[in-house]
């Protein structure tokens, strides 16, 4: 069946780099794709979208490209900061799929070290 | 800001009851969504609803119920709950796309259930 996954499962910064997590989909008919954070002990929260007409958005010190040829998503978090440390995920709606159904990738634990 | 309240953050339960996990969101969403989430799983649909008193199964619905008599509730009933189920259940909102497109679920803070 369709899914959505991720490249790597952890990823480790020190404060103030750049953080970029990755994330493979399958479904070529997807047309919204949204990223999530979850901190421990809470529930996921958005962080950024993107429509499948766009190639990247971004956001405040968050960017989100989408490279449709390789069914490729990826989220870029600028100077990343200890608050960030967090599992991101990745989540795709199919195209003609009703009520906004998504389909979540497994996470990727972000570390940030000080 | 959209604010969706699940009414127990922790819950212990025993194996055979009937278990009823609520959700309150409070934007007028159209769609109400329940998911368990498990180590190494993910997230995964179990029911959702697009409607009052209109249900849809989702990927794992096995041994769940489901009741949305009004727009602002919905509820997660484990008919007789096992050690399977086990797990943080995640309750979601969002706008239906007839009324606007490609909008995000959102979140609530998910109620941690054990069953002994």
């Known amino acids: 069946g369709e899914n959505v996954g991720l490249h790597l499962p952890t990823l480790s910064v020190q404060e103030g780099d750049n953080s970029i997590i990755n994330c493979a989909y399958s479904n070529s008919a997807s047309d919204y794709f949204i990223w999530y954070k979850q901190e421990s002990g809470k529930g996921p929260q958005f962080i950024i979208d993107i429509r499948s007409n766009m190639d990247k958005r971004q956001g405040q010190r968050v960017t989100v490209l989408l490279n449709k040829t390789v069914k490729h998503l990826s989220l870029q978090i600028a100077a990343t900061q200890p608050g960030d440390s967090a599992v991101y995920f990745c989540a795709e709606k199919g195209g003609g799929t009703s009520y906004g159904k998504l389909t979540f990738g497994q996470g990727t634990i972000l570390t940030v070290h000080p | ?116």
């Open chain 2, 1 to 116: 800001d959209v604010k969706v309240t699940q009414s127990s953050r922790y819950l212990v339960k025993r194996t055979g009851e009937k278990v009823f996990l609520e959700c309150v969101q409070d934007m007028d969403h159209e769609n109400m969504f329940w998911y368990r989430q498990d180590p190494g799983l993910g997230l995964r649909l179990i029911y959702f609803s697009y409607d009052v008193k209109m249900k849809e199964k989702g990927d794992i619905p096995e041994g769940y119920s489901v009741s949305r008599e009004k727009k602002e509730r919905f509820s997660l009933i484990l008919e007789s709950a096992s050690t399977n189920q086990t797990s943080m259940y995640l309750c979601a909102s969002s706008r239906s796309l007839v009324f606007k497109s490609n909008q995000p679920q959102h979140f609530g803070d998910g109620t941690r259930l054990s069953i002994l």
